[in-house]
Nanobody, 131 residues
Framework: QLQLVESGGGLVQPGGSLRLSCAAS????????IGWFRQAPDKEREGVSW????????VAGVYVKDRFTISRDNAKNMVYLEMNDLRPEDTAVYYC????????????????????????WGKGTLVNVSS
């Protein structure tokens, strides 16, 4: 059974850092795109960053580019989101997501598909940026 389990959320002051982890089980990252989404209260779920298990390419949302970095550890079947210079507007529940990469799909195409293209979701971890 394919599962995604997030961890690493918490309370952090503005300007601080957090690293979120996503533990994948029941499948190999090699054939999937793994992404992070977030959802703030009263807002729609939005894509944050994607990583291709096929070639390691990544895509990041413009509002987190240069602050957030997605990475993977194939040996541990883990994906991480390193978040720096956190701002109050980054406060949200962060979800790990997965989609099996289809023939001809690039990570850019997967990112454009957004939440509608996600096949598996984790349950989320709360990030609260507040002083």
């Amino acid at each position: 059974q394919l599962q995604l389990v997030e961890s690493g959320g918490g309370l952090v002051q503005p300007g601080g850092s957090l690293r979120l982890s996503c533990a994948a089980s029941g499948f190999s990252l090699d054939y999937y795109a793994i992404g992070w989404f977030r959802q703030a209260p009263d807002k729609e779920r939005e894509g944050v960053s994607w990583l291709s298990g096929v070639d390691g390419s990544t895509v990041a949302g413009v509002y987190v580019k240069d602050r957030f970095t997605i990475s993977r550890d194939n040996a541990k079947n883990m994906v991480y989101l390193e978040m720096n210079d956190l701002r109050p507007e980054d406060t949200a529940v962060y979800y790990c997501a997965a989609r099996r990469i289809k023939d001809g799909e690039t990570i850019a195409i997967v990112a454009v598909l957004g939440a509608g293209g996600v096949e598996y979701w984790g349950k989320g971890t709360l990030v609260n940026v507040s002083s």
